[in-house]
């Protein structure tokens, strides 16, 4: 890995921007493929998303990505490399704190009134046969596209769950799971990202579900060890300000370097284009496109205790909130249980309120709550690492951009389209897997195959952009 600081001047086939899991599949499957390449991140370091966060003896904690279901693009390609996959704790209660009183549960559905329960149940079974009928490559076209992209998810739950409980579970699990409120968000996106959960009611699921398992030694050992053959070409430091397209080359440029090559992979968070000056500039369509699409709001904390006391009450870890920001919380202890840490998760417009507090309050709040949870020693930790996304220059939140009513339906095939000598790659670009580490990973091998089948010539680095 260089420092883009000690190399100005940079030549290759494919100059690829971002180095998170999609440009780094990129990078390493056009290299594999026979072509040069230099891949620029901004950051002192790679990953992106997907930030391993050491807490000493060997052991990490996420700050970022973290769970992959057993099917996934993420999980094959680890498997390939030889990193084990670790199951996350799940025996014992959870809690539910609803608006008048912490409950205990166990399996996979949180106890609310049986009324509730019902009328959220049909509402979660009828999203399950909707999402059914949307293809994953092209969500669209699916039959009811139109329809679907026209409202927000928010109407549809007032629409089809009645009681006030119901509707409140519908919220915290779609906030939780999305990092945006359902009223943000159109219902053919919900029914695409249900697809790459493998449904609905996985998608906040530990066992059986979305939340079952995690890399051993970390998602961004995962990147590291897809972007080994391309050290080499690897540049950090390197924000990339403007793109340049000539007839035959692309200039790559941002303070103090530049780069040209014959094709270029935008490989940013989508909503982070329009931070790019593209010369000329963009069609019209896809500048619109980027200005629609927001990025999601988490924080996420890991706290750190001596040992999982909770695990002895007969406790999981796990607890879900209707009343307070910090809306999720789950065992995050390393696989032999030491040290014992709670991960917590604020999503949403709970994530813009508490951000907006002074971080010794919010802190107080974190420790008060996590205390009404698992007793008075859970006030007490060790340490509590705070990760805000939203305040990442590189990122601006997660766990990814989400896509208002009218977006698939009038963007959805412009989101992977390429513009001249550039091409578009990153878990916002595909809707397989779409916005998790393996819908990056397909992202960049997707875009990878693109240039590969468009570049007619190997490696030619001697024309110049004037
Ligand atoms: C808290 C959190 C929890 C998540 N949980 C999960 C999970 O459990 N499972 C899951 O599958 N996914 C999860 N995700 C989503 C997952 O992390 C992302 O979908 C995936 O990592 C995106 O990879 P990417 O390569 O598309 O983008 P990124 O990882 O965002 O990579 C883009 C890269 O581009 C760089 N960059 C940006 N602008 C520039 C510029 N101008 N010049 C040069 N470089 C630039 C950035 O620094 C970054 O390294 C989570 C994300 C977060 C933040």
Redesign the pocket.
């Given at each position: 890995m260089r420092d883009v600081r000690e190399h100005p001047k940079i030549e290759a086939d494919v100059v690829v921007?971002?180095?998170?899991?999609?440009?780094?599949?990129a990078a390493s499957e056009l290299a594999r493929s026979g072509r040069s390449v230099a891949l620029?991140?901004?950051?002192d370091?790679?990953?992106?998303?997907?930030?391993s966060h050491p807490i000493g003896a060997g052991k990490i904690v996420?700050?970022?990505?973290?769970?992959?279901l057993p099917d996934?693009v993420?999980a094959r390609t680890a498997a390939a490399l030889g990193i084990a996959s670790e199951k996350v704790y799940d025996e014992g209660y959870k809690l539910i704190e609803t608006e008048r009183r912490l409950t205990r549960w166990k399996g996979s559905i949180p106890r609310i009134s049986p009324i509730a329960l019902a009328d959220f149940g049909q509402a979660a079974l009828r999203i399950e046969r909707m999402r059914r009928a949307v293809p994953e490559e092209a969500p669209w076209t699916a039959p009811h596209a139109a329809r679907w992209d026209s409202e927000t998810m928010w109407s549809w739950t007032r629409r089809n769950i009645r009681t006030r409980e119901g509707r409140l579970l519908m919220r915290l699990l779609l906030e939780a799971g999305m990092?945006a409120a359902p009223s943000e968000m159109s219902v053919l996106h919900v029914l695409n990202y249900s697809n790459c959960t493998n449904g609905f009611r996985a998608m906040t699921t530990i066992t059986g579900g979305?939340?079952e398992n995690r890399f051993a030694g970390g998602?961004q050992n995962l990147?590291l060890r897809i972007a080994e053959n391309v050290t080499a070409d690897t540049y950090v430091n390197?924000?990339?300000?403007r793109i340049e397209q000539g007839d035959d080359r692309v200039r790559v440029t941002?303070p103090g370097f530049e780069a040209t090559g014959r094709r270029v992979v935008v490989?940013?968070?989508t909503p982070?284009v329009g931070?790019?000056d593209f010369a000329p500039s963009l069609p019209e369509t896809r500048t619109r496109l980027t200005q629609r699409m927001t990025m999601g709001a988490?924080i996420?904390y890991l706290v750190l205790y001596d040992e999982p006391f909770w695990r002895r009450d007969g406790m999981s870890g796990m607890a879900i909130s209707f009343r307070s920001p910090f809306r999720a919380v789950l065992d995050g202890s390393p696989a032999d249980g030491s040290p014992g840490v709670l991960t917590v998760?604020v999503t949403g417009p709970a994530a813009h309120h508490i951000a907006a507090m002074e971080p010794s309050r919010r802190r107080e709040l974190l420790r008060r709550q996590l205390g009404r949870y698992f007793g008075a020693r859970a006030e007490k930790p060790q340490e509590i690492i705070e990760?805000n996304?939203m305040a990442?220059p590189?990122?601006q939140g997660?766990?990814?951009g989400y896509c208002p009513p009218g977006f698939y339906t009038e963007y959805g095939p412009a989101l992977k389209e390429p513009i001249g000598r550039i091409h578009w790659?990153?878990?916002?670009?595909v809707p397989v897997?779409y916005?998790?580490?393996?819908?990056?990973i397909y992202?960049?091998r997707r875009v990878a195959a693109e240039i590969a089948g468009q570049m007619s010539t190997k490696s030619s680095t001697t024309a110049v952009i004037a």
């Open positions: 921007v971002g180095a998170g899991f999609a440009g780094a599949t620029l991140e901004a950051r370091r790679l990953g992106g998303r997907a930030l996420e700050l970022g990505c973290e769970f992959h996934s993420n990092g979305a939340l998602a990147v390197a924000h990339v300000r941002g490989a940013v968070p982070l931070r790019i988490a996420k998760f990760q996304w990442e590189f990122t997660c766990y990814h790659a990153g878990a916002e670009t897997e916005g998790a580490m393996g819908g990056a992202s960049g």
